[in-house]
């Protein structure tokens, strides 16, 4: 898919999730999801179906949530077709980026990758408060679990997360260590999932806090060339 700004996500598709592509003037076909991020995604495609494949041909996605009995229609375009020993795999572009953001976020945050850079595990107690913004009252304490020098993922248990009333926004204050301290900022949340009887959320630091962003970047990448686990 060329340079991306966005690293793409190996997936393994373990989420309830389907995918069929259709070429216009074909039936669609079923297809397996290999990568993603926000910006598009890598499937493979049976080597025996004759479908066009071409780079430049535009296609329909259908993404089925197979729980949630729904299914969300995304307009792509084929960028790269490649061959390899189990058939060909396409590097597919959105044609609307924003509109996958706004429909699948939530369901498929894992999936859509929209991070930056990469995670890294964090693997020392490292407790973050939440406090939702324009509803100030006690904060949620949760745990980090991975950061990246555009966001970080916590957990918390259920009651937590009942407490914090659906909110979107918070005020965030991080301890990752006695050396870089409590960073304090705003964050948004971008995915939310339940597993293991723990809830994930997946918060971007705010990019409207340009002032301290920079900051924050420099403490998160101090933390993750000393403490951090590898990128996941």
Partial sequence: MGRRSHYRVKVDTVDPVQ???AVRGWPPIGVRLRDANAHGIAVDVDPDLPVPTSPGNQVELTVWLVMRHRAVVVPAKIVTE??????????????????VDRELACELGVVFNRRGGPRHAIREFSPVSLVPVGAPGPAVIATACDVSSCGVGVTMAPMDDSRLSGATH???QIELDEAGGVIDTRVELRHRRLSGGRVTYGLRFDPEESDGLA??????????ETRAAAPA
Avoid: C
């Avoid at 900051?215 to 993750?224: H, P």
């Fill in 170 to 172: 918070f005020r965030a």
């Fill in 19 to 21: 995918i069929t592509l």
């Fill in 215 to 224: 900051a924050i970047r420099t403490a998160i990448q101090t933390f993750i």
């Fill in 82 to 99: 490649t061959t390899h020993e189990h058939g060909r795999r396409l590097g597919l572009h959105f044609v609307d980026p924003d509109s």
